[in-house]
């Protein structure tokens, strides 16, 4: 497999990873509220999801979703509820004050960042297709396995290193100054944004 055809997966993929989605949006969230720190877990989570997603769809989930696709709707209705409960969850908690003090103290530990970042990735099933869409044009049959593990590396090197990004941005000193001011108005748009996703993912 040639330099060129791992280079197309790697920008395809960190396209659609920049895309905003949930994983992005949660790396945001956790930025804001948690630090830096709490949010590379979270994308390290992410980055496992991904890799989860992108092995699925090297070793033929896609011809299993086309062969059952009642099963890839299942998943997105069930992923889709997932985060339509977490965007009611943070809707509904963003009347609870929040000082500056409080968000200097991360509210989760870095295993369940971890484990955040993991489920919000597998939430969405549709980067399975899309990974098959990527894969099935540079991808070919004969590949050997090396190139399997560069792939997988790929995909979770851009989800980590772009949602730790994101959660940089969002952990500046001057951001979460803005959020404890607005804190009720950033985490109902949050929430909202993320059951609109849910449903998104849920119903196309």
Do not use: C
Not at 10 to 39: C, E, F, K, N, Y
Not at 108 to 117: D, H
Not at 160 to 165: D, Q, R
Not at 166 to 174: E, G, L
């Amino acid at each position: 497999m040639s330099v060129a055809a791992l280079f197309a997966i790697w920008s395809l993929h960190l396209m659609a990873a920049v895309s905003p989605g949930p994983a992005v949006l949660m790396s945001a969230r956790i930025g804001i509220r948690d630090g830096l720190r709490t949010g590379i877990f979270l994308s390290v989570g992410i980055g496992i999801g991904g890799v989860v997603w992108a092995a699925a769809a090297l070793f033929g989930l896609n011809l299993l979703f086309a062969a059952a696709p009642a099963l890839l709707l299942g998943f997105k209705i069930i992923g889709g509820a997932y985060l339509v409960w977490m965007g009611w969850h943070m809707w509904r908690e963003a009347a609870v004050s929040l000082d500056v003090s409080d968000v200097k103290q991360p509210s989760l530990t870095p295993l369940n960042a971890l484990r955040l970042g993991l489920i919000t990735q597998l939430a969405n099933p549709k980067p399975a297709v899309l990974f098959s869409a990527i894969f099935l044009g540079t991808v070919p049959p004969t590949a050997p396995a090396w190139v399997y593990g560069v792939i997988l590396l790929i995909v979770f090197a851009n989800e980590t290193i772009w949602n730790s990004a994101v959660a940089r941005v969002f952990s500046f000193d001057r951001t979460k100054r803005a959020y404890t001011g607005l804190k009720s108005t950033i985490d109902r748009a949050f929430g909202a944004a993320l059951a609109v996703l849910g449903v998104k993912i849920a119903a196309t």
